[in-house]
């Protein structure tokens, strides 16, 4: 069966501005017909037509006679017209031959476009956690092993303090706390890494209770905490649209542990569902406000280009804030001669912000969240300031 895709909510639809807003504006690099691929997704469709491509559920309020989205297929063509000088997609579906033999087929249920490259997040949707300390002090932890042992790995038992309530073969997490997610300017503790260990059942309830290990990923460990696993959560579209107004933040962590972030990487902000965080928003990432040495001034690089000797005054002054000659002796009779007073020159300087890349919010926890980079135009670190898009 051929693969569905579906252009979920936007871009078969009549491109035009809601009224009382900016009319979003098209990529200058369009193109006038664009043939859907296998493997495509919204993110992507939206961002050969639009220059911003978290503007499409716009598109899609904008006509709200529209019931339900539209589907495409791989082959399909979107072609660019204009209408009393508005922008349209038109979809254009060719025509299938399709030959039917009296024998059962058996078909996958149709799936839409999703809005993302879900495949880069599906880990991180419902593992690792971020828990607060207090979370931490209150969970169940293993405490031992059968026959002594100190670890455990896939099918092992472990026993567990204080579950005391939970029925026979109820799921758990097994999770090891780790570093503190700090706010880069107060230093303040927005909660720990959980790292991921296992998947476990409930064998028997008590103090302890005895858990079994049921998918590892690394072996068990005596001190690691139990929580109830997550319900499975379907991988669903996301609707993108801006982070809220005023909000402004950092990069904190990127869970991959690469140096240089770029396109599909996880990363963690300081912000969270205290600051009306929720899965969709979207951020810029801006490089840049770092105060960092200027090398001339400071004599690094051609301290001395013009030549100058210890007996030349500029020799001593060069670079300094001339503040003026200091008149006023110490002591009024003193016969000591004027002298000039001079400053320290500044030898650094703050570097402009330059924008750097798109993320938008997957998941969020009270005062952190994590973000996947949908689009990069240079490397992005750790400590980088994310702002709400404008428009």
Known sequence: MRSIL????????????????????????????????RGDTL?????????????????????????????????DVLRLQYVDGAPRL???????????????????????????????????????????????DAAPYVVGFPDR??????????????????AIGQR????????????????????????????????RPGDPAKLRLTSVAQEAGIGDRVLPAPDEEAVVNFYPQPAPAGVQGQLI????????????????LNLGEEQGLTRGHVFEVFNGGERVIDQVKSGGRNWNWRNETPLDAEFWYSGQRVEGWITDDPRANDSLPKHVGVGGGSTTFVTPFERAGTLMVFRTFPRVSFGLVLGATRPMHVLDTVRPPKG
């Open 149 to 166: 042992r100190v670890i455990g790995g896939l099918s092992d038992e472990a026993y567990v303090r204080s579950i005391l309530d939970a």
């Open 253 to 268: 962590s990127v869970l991959n542990g690469v140096s240089q972030i770029g396109q599909f990487n996880v990363v963690v």
């Open 90 to 136: 038109a979809l254009e579906r060719p025509l299938r031959t399709v030959r039917l033999s009296p024998q059962v087929r058996s078909t996958a249920l149709e799936v839409p476009v999703p809005t993302i490259p879900v495949g880069a997040i599906a880990p991180f949707l419902t593992r690792p956690y971020v828990l607060s300390e207090a979370e931490i």
């Open 43 to 75: 993110w992507d469709i939206a961002g050969r037509y639009l220059r911003d491509p978290w503007r499409w559920p716009e598109l899609w309020e904008a006509n709200r006679e529209i019931q339900d989205p539209y589907l495409i297929f791989p082959g």
């Open 172 to 203: 758990f997490g097994v999770v090891r706390p780790g570093e503190a997610y700090r706010d880069p300017r107060s230093g303040a503790i927005l909660g720990f890494q959980a790292q991921f260990v296992a998947d476990a059942v409930l064998d």
């Open 6 to 37: 579906s252009l979920f909510f936007s871009l078969v639809v009549v491109l035009t501005p809601i009224p009382g807003a900016a009319q979003v504006e098209l990529n200058p690099s369009a193109p006038e017909t664009y043939t859907v691929r």
